[in-house]
């Protein structure tokens, strides 16, 4: 593993490779997504803030106050993804989320059905990517990790671990068509 490449991205990944029991549950990546997902907002809210600003000055003070309500938006938008974070551990998947009410969901990861990266061109040219789960989990059964550095290897260390929990459990992914058929035809009944 390289140890140079993983400094540089925005988490922090467990460097042993020890297999794990069910006792055992500790951190592999914790990070969140990047403030680049809140770039159209900013840039907005900084032109409204330039306009309130000129147009305040040659009409009215009052309309420089737009300025203020820019900033505010902007230092809320900034403290709402500041405030969502993702932890993979060896067992479950944590979703952080909430500014004044905080709201922790998990996703085991036995029941990780397939992973999927999306990088949008907007976030390539920031090395960022989304990194999109199907689950079996009732309560999340699409979670996605947004805008995360280095999505591919976060995605590598997610599946090793979906895998060996999937095989410690014996867990089995049966697959269901349309018609109610299992892809092992009549056999069940």
Same mark, same amino acid.
């Given at each position: 593993? @390289?140890?140079?490449?993983?400094?540089?991205?925005?988490?922090?990944?467990?460097?042993? @490779?020890?297999?794990?029991?069910?006792?055992?549950?500790?951190?592999?990546?914790?990070?969140?997504?990047? %403030?680049?997902?809140?770039?159209?907002?900013?840039?907005?809210?900084?032109?409204?803030?330039?306009?309130?600003?000129?147009?305040? @000055?040659?009409?009215?003070?009052?309309?420089?106050?737009?300025?203020?309500?820019?900033?505010?938006?902007?230092?809320?938008?900034?403290?709402?993804? +500041?405030?969502?974070?993702?932890?993979?551990?060896? %067992?479950?998947?944590?979703?952080?989320?909430?500014?004044?009410? %905080?709201?922790?969901? =998990?996703? =085991?990861?036995? +029941?990780?059905?397939?992973?999927?990266?999306? +990088?949008?061109?907007?976030? +390539?040219?920031?090395?960022?990517?989304?990194?999109?789960?199907?689950?079996?989990?009732?309560?999340?059964?699409?979670?996605?990790?947004?805008?995360?550095?280095?999505?591919?290897?976060?995605? =590598?260390?997610?599946?090793?671990?979906? =895998?060996?929990?999937?095989?410690?459990?014996?867990?089995?992914?049966?697959?269901?068509?349309?018609?109610? @058929?299992?892809?092992?035809?009549?056999?069940?009944?």
């Amino acid at each position: 593993m @390289d140890l140079g490449r993983l400094s540089t991205c925005r988490g922090v990944f467990r460097v042993d @490779d020890t297999p794990v029991s069910n006792d055992d549950e500790s951190t592999v990546w914790k990070g969140g997504p990047s %403030q680049v997902v809140n770039l159209p907002v900013f840039s907005a809210c900084l032109l409204m803030a330039i306009a309130c600003l000129v147009v305040g @000055d040659n009409l009215h003070w009052s309309i420089s106050l737009g300025a203020l309500v820019a900033g505010a938006i902007v230092g809320w938008k900034w403290l709402v993804v +500041r405030c969502r974070k993702y932890e993979i551990t060896t %067992q479950r998947l944590r979703l952080f989320e909430g500014v004044l009410n %905080q709201d922790i969901d =998990e996703v =085991e990861l036995y +029941r990780v059905k397939d992973t999927r990266i999306v +990088r949008p061109i907007w976030l +390539r040219v920031f090395d960022l990517g989304n990194i999109e789960l199907e689950t079996s989990d009732r309560t999340h059964p699409k979670p996605v990790l947004t805008a995360i550095g280095d999505a591919i290897e976060v995605r =590598e260390h997610l599946r090793k671990y979906v =895998e060996m929990l999937r095989d410690e459990k014996r867990v089995r992914e049966v697959d269901f068509d349309e018609t109610g @058929d299992s892809e092992f035809g009549d056999e069940l009944g």
